[in-house]
């Protein structure tokens, strides 16, 4: 059997208030496309369906049409869990009736729910904090890990099937984890952190939340996010994993957009002889600001997102207190605008700072 692994669609997400929805239709294209080619029986969508928990409602028409391609057209079993963006309630919505049609969310109760199928056992453990299993057992846990070995001890796994657990959580093994600064954190502090000994039966874990592909353990992975969300993730391939019941084998398959998230690094007068329709940052190494840089980069670039400057920025973090105030209110208001907005002050809007300086200085005169 060919199992396709997914997790953190954050459908409804945006950057810097431009909508994703176009790049997210294409995505969810995309893995139906994958579905077809390796001939895949069941997905798995490890949590983070939606980027908030009252999503915008062409988020919910884009996951209702992937959905039903899937179970109604495709034939193919979608095994669902909430992430720690997704409002449970809403995401169940009709479950029992969906059941029915090949869509099984998985929800949080004392006791863990699995589909069967004919060799394999699907377990889903969807994003839970400590507090909500202490309710449920009626204990209390001194921290996560302990209570989800109580929550996944009573587990009797089949050993004649291929056992697979589904987990949207913060899963640490030997290496540290390859994050990103669009993942939300899940807890603060390191005492709900779960490690893979407790998957350990398991033949396969997916997890969600960690938006880089990466495997933990032999037996643990966490899939990725099938899209960039920020700038912390140009480098990273976005894409899916097959998994093969019969052979045990695990494969990462790159997905591609018409439109890539990257990061450009130059001078602003190099930048401005290229062009690209690609979402993207920018890293300017100009030693001072330039009037209206990124309006006039978004002539090139139309997908520009945002902008620093490397020399100016890290000049600034490595002055003294002394120095600081040594500057005069311009350069400090220019420094300040820029870091609030990642724009720097047009000529028009330094006359008019100007002007209220000098106004200022003569009032307290």
């Known amino acids: 059997m060919k199992i396709l692994h997914t997790a953190d669609l954050h459908l409804g997400k945006t950057l810097n208030e431009r909508s994703l ?12 496309e994958a579905v077809k080619i390796h001939k895949v029986e069941v997905l798995l969508l490890a949590g983070d369906i939606y980027d908030r928990s009252l999503p915008p409602k062409e988020a919910v028409e ?17 095994m669902m869990i909430p992430g720690n963006h997704d409002s ?5 919505y009709a479950a029992d009736l969906l059941s029915a049609m090949g869509l099984h969310i998985g929800l949080v109760d004392k006791y863990i729910s699995k589909i069967e199928l004919e060799d394999v056992d699907i377990y889903a453990l969807p994003y839970v904090d400590r507090a909500t299993l202490n309710f449920i057992h009626g204990e209390k846990f001194k921290n996560l890990e302990e209570a989800m070995a109580h929550h996944l001890c009573s587990l009797e796994l089949n050993p004649n099937k291929f056992n697979i657990m589904m987990s949207h959580h913060y899963v640490l093994g030997e290496a540290p984890l390859e994050e990103s600064d669009s993942e939300r954190p899940l807890f603060l502090g390191s005492t709900e952190n779960l490690s893979t000994t407790l998957f350990e039966k398991f033949d396969y874990v997916a997890l969600g939340h960690i938006h880089r592909a990466q495997s933990l353990a032999h037996n643990v992975r966490y899939s990725g996010a099938p899209m960039k969300y920020s700038k912390s993730e140009a480098d990273r391939e976005p894409g899916y994993i097959i998994i093969d019941t019969q052979d045990g084998t695990v494969d990462f398959h790159g997905l591609g957009l018409d439109k890539d998230l990257c990061v450009y690094r130059g001078f602003f007068h190099e930048l401005m002889e290229q062009t690209s329709e690609d979402l993207c940052y920018f890293e300017l190494e100009d030693t001072s600001y330039v009037s209206n840089a990124m309006n006039r980069l978004k002539q090139n670039y139309p997908g520009a ?4 400057y490397l020399q100016i920025q890290s000049n600034l973090k ?15 208001f220019k420094s300040f605008y ?3 907005t990642g724009h720097a002050l047009a000529e028009a809007e330094i006359e008019i700072v100007n002007k209220m300086l000098e106004r200022s200085g003569r009032e307290t005169d």
């Open 21 to 32: 929805l176009d790049l997210q239709k294409q995505m969810l294209e995309g893995l139906i």
């Open 338 to 340: 820029f870091e609030s």
């Open 305 to 308: 997102l945002g902008l620093n």
């Open 318 to 332: 490595t002055k003294s207190g002394e120095e600081i105030q040594s500057l005069d209110h311009l350069s400090l």
């Open 88 to 92: 449970p309630e809403r995401l169940a």
């Open 62 to 78: 884009l996951l209702s049409n992937f959905l039903s391609e899937l179970c109604l057209e495709l034939g193919v079993k979608v």
